[in-house]
């Protein structure tokens, strides 16, 4: 319950009812994130943001969303979250990525938006890496235990490996 308080008062949060949050929650404050009805997110979770740009449109949760434990999300832009999503534990998401130059330290940073559409399940360990381009997770798919995920996924798929490769349609 005290994460939730937390989300209330140091966050621009909307929060829908039935919400679980477990221990050693973190989330940087002043993040925009909407929470629709029905959500848990396991032990361990971590929300970075980092306000990039002027029109930053923060995070968006659908309902009836479970996310596991250890759970990193990164985030300079916008992170969509559809209705009926399940992640398993270990799951990353970041927004941003760089563009390699000469000096390490001064790579420049590259800020995109990740959608995840409805009805996803995400295996545990996933890690999706966005950048330049929308990455979209389209509706009803599904993605393998330790994908790396860099370009959009189809609806209805099922898909895995490093880097991701389509497996088969998914049946309905």
């Known amino acids: 319950m005290l994460n939730i308080f937390y989300l209330k008062i140091f966050t621009n949060a909307k ?4 919400i679980r949050i477990m221990s050693n929650f973190k989330i940087t404050p002043f993040t925009k994130i909407s929470i629709g009805d029905n959500f848990y997110l396991g032990d361990y979770s971590i929300v970075r943001t980092k306000h990039q740009k ?3 449109r923060g995070i968006q949760i659908g309902k009836n969303v479970w996310i596991d434990s ?7 832009d916008s992170l969509i979250i559809g209705d009926n999503v399940m992640m398993g534990e270990n799951v990353s ?5 760089h ?5 390490i330290k001064q790579q420049p940073m590259v800020i995109g938006k990740i959608i995840i559409e409805d009805n996803v399940w995400i295996g545990r360990g996933v890690f999706i890496q966005g950048g330049l381009d929308t990455i979209k997770i389209g509706k009803n798919s599904i993605i393998g235990a330790n994908s790396f995920i860099k370009k959009s996924i189809k609806p209805d798929s099922i898909v895995a490996g490093n880097p991701v490769k389509f497996i088969k349609k998914r049946k309905k």
């Open 15 to 18: 929060i829908g009812k039935n």
């Open 54 to 56: 002027d029109k930053y």
């Open 70 to 76: 250890f759970f990193f999300a990164q985030c300079s």
């Open 93 to 97: 998401i970041r927004c941003n990525d």
């Open 99 to 103: 563009i390699i130059k000469d000096i």
